[in-house]
């Protein structure tokens, strides 16, 4: 299945996936509005990567 991703596609789940990662890591350790900030990048990154197909 991962070969019909592109290098593309895979640095866009790759950092999508170490968006919400690093947000979950800031949550747990108690910098709330910053983990907030960070997980909202997760649906951009998501959203540019459709658009770039």
């Not at 747990?28 to 959203?47: D, M, N, T």
């Amino acid at each position: 299945m991962l070969k019909k991703f592109s290098l593309t596609d895979k640095l866009m789940l790759i950092s999508a996936f170490l968006s919400l990662f690093f947000s979950e890591i800031l949550f747990f350790k108690g910098e709330k509005e910053s983990a907030v900030f960070i997980g909202l990048w997760v649906p951009s990154i998501l959203g540019f990567g459709i658009y770039l197909k």
